[in-house]
Each structure stands twice: as C-alpha cells, then as structure tokens.
C-alpha cells in the first residue's frame, strides 16, 4: 500500500527558503503526478504545483517566481523548494499523488515563518 | 487564478441528505470533467471523495455523490451520518493547465 512520508524545516525567518522532501513508500513512483498543496492556518487549501515523473512542472501562478518541485526517481522522493517566504507562507503544506485524483496525502508539515 | 466559490456552510440532520455546490467558471468547472471532492476532518490531511465529477474511489460509502451542471459542480450526501462532518472541498482542472481549489464548506450534522 503507497504511502508518503514527508519531512522538512518547521520555522523559518523571513527571506529564507522552504524545503521539504516527501517520499514515497510501498509502490511504483512512475506514471504518476506528484504534488504539493498547502493550507493556511484555519484556511483553505491552495494548489502550489505538481510534477511529472520525467520531470515536467506545473505552478501556481501566484507561486511561480519563486517555486520550483524536482523529482528523484532513484530515491522515490520529490520535492518543495519555496523562496523568499513571508509570513503568509505560514502553513500546513501536503505532498500528494495524482492531479486528476489526489488519493494519497502526505500527513502534513506545518511551517511557520517568523522573525 | 479566483478560488472556486463554496458556501461556507451547510447543515443537515442524521439520515437527511445534503448539498454542497462548486460555481467555478467555464474555463474550469465548466470546461472540463475534472472536478473532485475532498474530505478534511480537523487536524487531518484531505481524503477523496469523488474525482472526474462523478466517480468514487474505491472504499468511498457509495452515499456520497458528485454531479455538474453548466458551471456548478455538487456534492450530495445521503444518510447523514455524525461521522460526516467535517469541511469539504471541491477541485477543478483549469484552461491554464493549473488546479483550483474551492473556499471549504464546513458541513455540521445536527
């Protein structure tokens, strides 16, 4: 059964970049989409952007400028880089499989950006 | 990209059903049959619930539903259950070739 673990940097001071690694555990990583969600502290969710195992990209344009999500299929991992945060990047960011269907959720890592 | 538009609630009591609407645009939910549903219980990650407008993941009580007319997407739950509550989200594919998510609704069982 997949599932995904990921795991990154809680707090971060303004102008910093976020990273975090989510992997893969339990199936093929191939011929799937991968991506990531965040949510704001008693908000909604917001798409950042999903890759293709080749290594093909999609962003937010609201996140564009400063996203990048790569892949490493030799480790079953891909991941989040975020620059230049703020607070409003304070949130729970999710990793997820799929675009069409988002079965499989990462479990969430709060990031909480602060002087 | 605008967040699909959602109320932000919706109520219902046990063995009642219920509706949760989408209103996107005709350059997302409108244009394309890509539209899921998430569940979200506090402090959890999102669960699918309904994807390609209509159809249920494996595992997914078959009282939950998804359809779409025009522009507006929905979400039916039938047989109410406590264990339903929780906020949902709806999803749509975008002309863009990006991914937009609806507001939340926050649907409480009496």
């Known amino acids: 059964q997949v599932h995904l673990q990921q795991w990154g940097a809680g707090l971060l001071k303004p102008s910093e970049t976020l990273s975090l690694t989510c992997a893969v555990y339990?199936?093929?990583?191939?011929?799937?989409?991968w991506g990531w969600i965040r949510q704001p502290p008693g908000k909604g969710l917001e798409w950042i952007g999903d890759?293709?195992?080749?290594?093909?990209?999609y962003y937010n344009p609201s996140l564009k400028s400063r996203v990048t999500i790569s892949v490493d299929p030799s480790k079953n991992q891909f991941s989040l880089k975020l620059g230049s945060v703020t607070a409003a990047d304070t949130a729970v960011y999710y990793c997820?499989?799929?675009?069409?269907?988002?079965?499989?959720w990462g479990q969430g890592t709060l990031v909480t950006v602060s002087s | 990209q605008s967040a699909l538009t959602q109320p932000a609630s919706v109520s219902g009591s046990p063995g009642q059903s219920i509706t949760i609407s989408c209103t996107g645009t005709?350059?997302?939910?409108?244009?394309?049959?890509?539209v899921s549903w998430y569940q979200q219980h506090p402090g959890k990650a999102p669960k699918l619930m309904i994807y390609?407008?209509?159809y249920r993941p494996s595992g997914v009580s078959n009282r939950f539903s998804g359809s779409k007319s025009g522009n507006t997407a929905s979400l039916t739950i039938s047989g109410l259950q406590a264990e339903d509550e929780a906020d949902y989200y709806c999803?749509?594919?975008?002309?863009?070739?990006?991914?937009?998510f609806g507001g939340g609704t926050k649907l409480t069982v009496l």
């Open positions: 999803s749509s594919y975008t002309s863009s070739t990006t991914w937009v």
């Open positions: 339990g199936g093929s990583f191939g011929d799937s989409y």
């Open positions: 997820a499989r799929g675009q069409y269907r988002r079965d499989i």
């Open positions: 390609d407008v209509t």
């Open positions: 890759i293709w195992q080749s290594g093909r990209t």
């Open positions: 005709s350059s997302d939910v409108g244009g394309y049959n890509y």
